[in-house]
């Protein structure tokens, strides 16, 4: 009997320190919007910093996540700048995202295909595109498909 008591005195001090730890959170919500324009962003990652998980913003630009008072949510979109603000015990937290201009060095895309180190070794370029003249709706569906390769050592063919 004394073991039981010992366990149901156990399991209540943990029932309580969890309650206790879930209610200081609480529920933050917000409108993600473009700094210049005033646009929602859509897809947005927001996330409470320092977690391995998140929520994405809605088409409207809206989101909801659960984050301590004292937490900081990060924004981050691709070419956007990142964002780091402090809840500060607020419920509604609103952020303006402003574009990031990034230069490249090197884009290498490989897309639908196998491709070897050798292979790729050089600077090719294949464009492959559908052309379609115009037509009236009465002469049918026709279309007829353009390849052109490039290369560096023989140019475009």
């Excluded at 730890?21 to 005033?38: E, I, K, N, T």
């Excluded at 301590?68 to 995202?97: C, H, K, M, W």
């Excluded at 639908?112 to 180190?117: A, G, L, M």
Aim: hydrophobic share 40%; with cysteine.
């Amino acid at each position: 009997m004394r073991h039981y008591s010992r366990q149901l005195l156990g399991s209540l001090v943990f029932l309580l320190l969890g309650t206790t730890a879930a209610a200081a959170q609480q529920v933050v919500q917000g409108r993600v919007v473009d700094a210049q324009s005033s646009q929602p962003l859509a897809s947005v990652l927001v996330s409470v910093k320092g977690a391995k998980a998140g929520v994405l913003t809605n088409p409207t630009g809206s989101y909801r996540i659960n984050a301590q008072p004292d937490d900081s949510l990060t924004f981050q979109i691709i070419g956007y700048g990142t964002e780091t603000v402090a809840v500060n015990g607020r419920s509604t937290v609103n952020v303006g995202l402003s574009v990031k201009a990034i230069v490249l060095d090197e884009i290498v895309a490989v897309g639908y295909t196998n491709q070897t180190r050798r292979s790729i070794a050089g600077a090719v370029r294949t464009t492959v595109s559908l052309v379609r003249p115009h037509r009236s709706p009465s002469a049918g569906p026709r279309s007829r498909r353009a390849t052109t390769r490039c290369t560096w050592w023989t140019g475009c063919t």
